[in-house]
């Protein structure tokens, strides 16, 4: 289903709205309290448990989609393999869609944007369709990548999605920006934003295996994210039992989108800095002096 109002806002041709329960737009973007934001098609479902489970399970609140790339550059074997790129970004879209219906989502917007165009700054044309789907539905919270991962366009859209937020008027900004870990995790981090994602296992499983191009196209995103949340929840603490079976780590950015604001690099580095000292004090507390160099 097309939302003319706001497709008529966006920078690409392929560009689509979808609204599993087919609400009015205007109803369904009202709506929406949590927002995520992914490169690509699959990553949501793999970085963005909590919001995802916290929606589904009540009528208050409402999470949306929006996928920037069209997936078209995916790796692709077995029966996926004869796909070519115009199949490959169909496919992908309606891997997406499914998702969004098992999860109830709210919306997903797919931007149709090719990954190697958003990895070449600035890229105006992303921020400004970020601009126009925050300025419709003005959630709450704005989960996206975080800006150490070490996917290039993973970082791309981090930088968009800040940028875009600093031109909303502070009114209309969201309360947090978090950032979420795919390619690169953020255990190491000193003191990242933990969510107990435990009960909602069930359901992220299914909505990852919607995305059969990927898993069984050679790359089992499935088990590997199920995998780091397990093991977030067993090395959590060390002298404590688990109290979750299931936990997901994010970075909070929200210091991005106040005024004023570092620039995403001093963040970065700060954030960096944070852990240098954390592993600095470890080793000054458990290991004795260095030996004095005669």
């Not at 920037?68 to 309606?94: H, I, K, Y």
């Not at 105006?124 to 991962?149: E, F, G, I, K, S």
Request: glycine share 6%.
């Amino acid at each position: 289903m097309l939302m003319s109002q706001l497709i008529s806002h966006l920078q690409q041709a392929g560009a689509s709205v979808f609204i599993p329960d087919e609400t009015d737009e205007g109803a369904a973007f009202g709506r929406i309290t949590h927002l995520g934001i992914g490169a690509h098609p699959d990553d949501l479902e793999f970085m963005a448990w909590h919001p995802i489970i916290r929606c589904a399970s009540t009528a208050e609140q409402w999470f949306a989609a929006v996928t920037c790339t069209n997936g078209q550059g995916s790796p692709r074997q077995g029966r996926f393999a004869g796909l070519d790129d115009r199949e490959m970004v169909e496919l992908r879209r309606q891997e997406q869609r499914a998702a969004a219906r098992l999860g109830n989502y709210a919306a997903h917007v797919s931007l149709d944007h090719a990954s190697h165009a958003i990895r070449t700054p600035p890229c105006t044309a992303l921020r400004a369709d970020l601009l126009a789907v925050m300025a419709r539905c003005r959630p709450q919270c704005v989960y996206t990548h975080n800006p150490l991962d070490r996917h290039d366009t993973h970082v791309a859209v981090c930088a968009a999605v800040v940028d875009a937020i600093r031109c909303l008027p502070r009114e209309q900004r969201p309360e947090r920006l978090y950032g979420c870990e795919v390619w690169r995790s953020l255990d190491w981090h000193p003191d990242p934003s933990t969510f107990d994602v435990s009960d909602g296992q069930t359901l992220m499983a299914r909505l990852m295996r919607q995305f059969t191009s990927q898993i069984e196209g050679g790359k089992r995103y499935d088990v590997a994210t199920l995998g780091r949340k397990r093991a977030n929840a067993t090395w959590q603490t060390a002298h404590e039992t688990d109290q979750a079976t299931a936990i997901e780590y994010a970075l909070d950015m929200t210091t991005l989108i106040e005024n004023p604001g570092p620039s995403l690099r001093e963040f970065t580095r700060d954030q960096i800095a944070r852990f240098a000292d954390d592993v600095d004090a470890r080793l000054a507390r458990c290991t004795p002096p260095d030996p004095l160099i005669p």
